[in-house]
């Protein structure tokens, strides 16, 4: 080991005086450590990385710190795509009710051309909103038929007449 590769608050042990070093040589960071302007040793950074693994095909790999764990990018896609699926669901639930949807539907049909993706999901969610609504009407139809058919038993002059 030379004494000139050993940092200066190491050498203080050893007899030998270090050696002078000009100002020049400092700054430019002569003796193969990188220093900074005031001569101390920067500390040198190394990041690892990782590119892929064995069994995933090299087109598949891409850069990644080595900290970050591998994940199938197949995986991955399969989840960006239920992610998108699941935000195109939702805003089309959003889109149905309105009279806008409704009114643009008409004009598409009026003008015989394509229609988009996403008009026939907003159609489907319209038509069983449609029929929900017939059969909440319908159950509230039932409910006031049997109400009245109760008042309708319930009154005094019935009663007289299933006494005699």
Not at 3 to 23: F, I, K
Not at 78 to 104: V, W
Not at 133 to 161: M, Y
């Amino acid at each position: 080991v030379e004494l000139t590769s050993v940092p200066p608050e190491l050498r203080g042990n050893v007899s030998m005086p270090p050696p002078a070093a000009s100002g020049a040589a400092t700054e430019s960071g002569a003796g193969g450590d990188p220093q900074d302007k005031e001569g101390e040793a920067m500390p040198l950074e190394y990041k690892r990385f990782r590119y892929g693994a064995w069994y995933l095909p090299r087109k598949y790999w891409t850069k990644l710190d080595a900290d970050i764990p591998l994940q199938d990018p197949k995986l991955l896609e399969d989840r960006d795509q239920m992610e998108t699926k699941l935000k195109n669901d939702k805003l089309n639930s959003q889109l149905a009710p309105i009279h806008g949807t409704k009114a643009f539907i008409e004009y598409i049909n009026s003008k015989n051309v394509r229609k988009p993706g996403f008009i026939s999901d907003i159609i489907r969610l319209q038509e069983r909103a449609e029929e929900e609504e017939k059969r909440a009407k319908a159950e509230l139809e039932k409910s006031r038929r049997r109400k009245a058919q109760q008042q309708a038993n319930n009154t005094p002059s019935a009663a007289v007449e299933t006494q005699s």
